[in-house]
Structures are given as C-alpha cells and as structure tokens.
C-alpha cells in the first residue's frame, strides 16, 4: 500500500445513495481518489481489472452476491488491492469471515464518517482496523486447517443455526453445493451426526 497520498479508492456499494454519500465526504480528504464505484460483482471486477486501485470499501452485501465472496475473489486476483468491509453487522462471526475473506478492515455503516476515514488511513499504513465497539477477532474463527475457506464460511453459518437454504442464498450457491460441502466438513472432522457439527460449530465461533 502507498504513504498517506493519493490513495486510489473504489467504492462498491448496490444503492446509488450509499455511494454518492461516500464518494462526497471522501472526496473531500486531499490525498483520496475515488477512481471508480459498482453495485454489483460483475461490474466491481471489470473496474478492478482496468483501473489502478490502492483500496476497496466493500458493502457486505450486495444484492444476490456477498461482499465477502467478493472480497475473496479480489484477493486472489489482484493481492496488490486492500479491502475494508462496510456492514450494518456488528456480530463476530461476519467480522471473523470478512477477516478469513482477507479484509484488512471492517467498519459500521452507522459509524461516523471519521472512521472510516481512519480505517482508510490505517489500512493505506499497513495496519487492521475495526469499527468502535466490534473486537477485533481474528481468532475468533478457528476452523481445522484441513477446511477450506468456503467450509469454513458454512461452518461459521451453521454455527447461527442457519438452513442449507438460507446459507444457500447468503452464499450464492446451490443448495445441493451446500449439502455436499456440509458432508465435506464431516468427513473431514470426522464428525457423524448433524447436532455434533452444530456442536463442532459452535465451539469455533466465539460470539
């Protein structure tokens, strides 16, 4: 990431409203450039692949995709691009999935626009940053190792008692995808029955 001067930042965010609103308070900090803004996945990652972009403000949710899937996706193509997670969710298990994603920040929309501001900054520094009052909880996801990043999403979904249709949904995926992962998990955890994953679920989510 660059010193603190002209960080290049992308705003993706699905309402129009939302992003005008940030696009006007950040665009009166000197050493910020809003080089782009999306509302969806697919129209955030053309910009990413033509434009030059220090920084990404991502809505966790973005319609019918998640901002953490989408966080993930930057990272493996372009590992250069930092993400700050922007969320109405204090709850650990999003900040511990957006953390697993590869975010470097996560910060309540309700916050004051200060802090994002200084998330911006402190992530441009090299360092992490969590919203006031959100603990910064890089542990509090402790999966096997043996699973990979999207069982440990569903292992961190499951946890809140959440149906394969509803992870289904919040993942964008099917719900046989959904199914045949959470068998995965048991396989690989060696675990038989549906109440002891929960059980396992729990045990790693610290909420």
């Not at 509302?39 to 901002?67: C, H, K, T």
């Not at 990272?75 to 922007?86: C, T």
């Not at 096997?144 to 394969?164: F, P, Y």
Request: glycine content about 6%; hydrophobic content about 45%; charged content about 25%.
């Amino acid at each position: 990431m660059k010193h603190l001067s002209n960080i290049k930042l992308l705003i993706i965010d699905d309402h129009p409203l939302v992003r005008d609103g940030l696009r006007a308070r950040l665009e009166s900090i000197a050493h910020f450039e809003i080089v782009g803004e999306a509302g969806n996945q697919e129209d955030a990652l053309q910009l990413a692949s033509s434009l030059a972009i220090d920084l990404i403000l991502m809505d966790i949710n973005l319609g019918r995709s998640s901002g953490i899937q989408l966080t993930a996706e930057f990272l493996k193509r372009h590992p250069q691009i930092s993400v700050i997670i922007l969320s109405m969710h204090d709850k650990a298990e999003y900040v511990a999935q957006a953390i697993e994603a590869g975010a470097k920040a996560y910060v309540l929309k309700d916050a004051p626009a200060e802090e994002i501001i200084k998330a911006i900054n402190s992530v441009a520094a090299g360092a992490n940053y969590f919203s006031s009052g959100i603990k910064p909880v890089e542990s509090a996801l402790k999966p096997s190792s043996t699973l990979t990043m999207r069982e440990q999403c569903i292992l961190a979904s499951i946890a809140t008692g959440k149906s394969n249709k509803h992870i289904a949904r919040e993942l964008n995926l099917s719900v046989r995808t959904v199914e045949t992962h959470r068998l995965n998990i048991k396989r690989k955890l060696n675990i038989e029955g549906q109440a002891d994953l929960i059980r396992y679920a729990l045990g790693q989510v610290q909420l």
